[in-house]
């Protein structure tokens, strides 16, 4: 039972987690969507396959988050690169905000001295 | 895409596409994404793991890089995939495979004719002829007497080359052997029989104009109609085929059907006389009449049909004479 819920939340906060992360490497730059893959799973306990990030990218360009342009490269065939949108960039940035308000309400729950 | 399919072993290939086949299955469910953009990608991930890996690349070095995918089952966790999604993609992916099977039967079927080898373009052009005949019934003659030429000189050209036909016989030997049987039938084995038929129609006519005569004027009454029942029950009227027939047992019936069986079974053996002997002197008109019904046939098999017609013949004329006699025609 506990390892199943333990399962179960560890994907759903990855899963988000996985995502804000994705946005958050493209912030303010393009990037080629293997180098994005090879830079999150360089992230320990981040990305547990890294095909997982493909859907994700899918997904977000379906969306609006992101958009892609083919450009010629010399080790082969064009590759698609991935930057935000406008809104892929107001969305990061409420993201983060929010991110940055449950990590400091969780780090400062723990650190409130016991009663 | 990157197309680095051709660059694995058969065995990695095949991994690989087993693998893209689950995830595309995977994704189908997905709202929101398209599973040929991520199918794409995927291959482009995996072609730069693998670029400086020696070609071609065996399948260990490939599951490397699949484990690092993961397994596509894992992409959607935490998604809510939707049935109705799923099971139209799975129909799609089934009906897109049986028209790219059949699309890739036609493709070849089409590239065999235009740029193929002339052995495989003939085949196909003669079934292709053929099974257009059998779908528009009322030009199927004219179907078929192309087909044939074109199925002929298929046969002719593969024995020019001494290759063997192999799956192109399927292709080649309809229309081919169904106007090569009717030749048979028409040539070889009906003339005696239709022969028979009509010389009896002959007789017939001649033996109840005969009957009618007698009857006729024994009765001087024009409305005697000549039916089984009549004849019968006059038993006095005996005409030439009567007398003809007499010698051979059983009642007036049983006699003309054995006259009957008789004769054919003479005219056979006089055909098979015939026969033989042209198929002896002339072996390879038969074997080119005949293709490929006949391709084993040799001269002697037209002499031996020859001969044994021939004495056949022979006990047949004897017997006739002794029948003959026995009617008194010969007196």
Not at chain 2, 73 to 81: H, I, K, M
Not at chain 2, 196 to 204: H, K, L, M, R, W
Not at chain 2, 251 to 257: A, D, G, L, T
Request: hydrophobic letters at 45%; one cysteine or more; a neutral charge.
């Amino acid at each position: 039972m506990d390892t199943d819920f333990l399962a179960n939340w560890t994907t759903q906060m990855r899963k988000g987690l996985l995502e804000l992360s994705v946005l958050a490497a493209l912030r303010g730059r393009r990037l080629y969507g293997y180098d994005i893959v090879k830079r999150l799973s360089a992230v320990d306990g981040l990305v547990i396959g890294e095909g997982t990030i493909y859907p994700i990218l899918s997904r977000f360009k379906k969306e609006g988050l992101v958009e892609t342009t083919l450009a010629e490269s010399p080790e082969g065939p064009a590759r698609k690169y991935y930057q935000l949108t406008a809104r892929g960039r107001q969305l990061l940035s409420k993201m983060l905000a929010a991110w940055a308000d449950v990590r400091d309400g969780i780090d400062q729950v723990a650190q409130e001295p016991l009663p | 895409m990157t197309d680095v399919g051709t660059e694995f072993t058969p065995e990695a290939e095949t991994r690989l596409g087993e693998y893209l086949r689950q995830v595309r299955e995977v994704l189908a469910g997905l709202p929101d994404v398209n599973p040929d953009e991520i199918e794409a990608d995927v291959r482009e991930h995996v072609a730069n793991e693998l670029r400086a890996v020696p070609r071609p690349i065996g399948p260990d070095a490939l599951a490397a890089v699949l484990a690092r995918l993961g397994p596509p089952d894992q992409w959607a966790a935490g998604d809510r995939p939707d049935p109705l999604r799923r099971a139209g993609y799975l129909i799609r992916e089934r009906v897109r495979g049986v028209g790219a099977a059949v699309g890739d039967r036609l493709r070849r079927a089409w590239d065999a004719i235009s740029r193929g080898p002339e052995d495989w373009r003939l085949a196909y052009l003669t079934f292709g002829v053929f099974a257009l005949g059998v779908v528009v019934l009322p030009i199927f003659p004219i179907c078929l007497g192309v087909s044939y030429f074109l199925g002929r000189a298929g046969i002719a050209h593969a024995r020019e080359k001494g290759i063997g036909l192999a799956a192109r016989r399927w292709l080649l030997y309809p229309p081919v052997v169904i106007v090569s049987l009717k030749l048979f039938v028409g040539l070889v084995l009906a003339p005696p029989f239709v022969t028979t038929g009509v010389i009896i129609e002959q007789v017939d006519q001649r033996d109840r104009q005969e009957r009618w005569e007698l009857i006729y004027r024994s009765r001087a009454d024009e409305r005697v109609v000549l039916s089984r029942d009549f004849i019968a029950s006059h038993p006095e009227a005996t005409t030439s085929l009567d007398r003809t027939v007499a010698p051979f047992p059983g009642n007036r019936e049983v006699q003309r059907v054995l006259a009957t069986l008789f004769l054919g079974a003479g005219l056979v053996a006089f055909w098979g006389v015939v026969v033989g002997s042209l198929g002896g002197l002339f072996p390879g008109a038969v074997r080119a009449v005949f293709c490929p019904l006949c391709d084993r046939f040799r001269g002697k098999h037209g002499w031996w049909l020859a001969g044994s017609s021939l004495v056949g013949l022979v006990v047949w004329a004897g017997w006739a004479y002794d029948l003959a006699a026995d009617a008194g025609l010969l007196s």
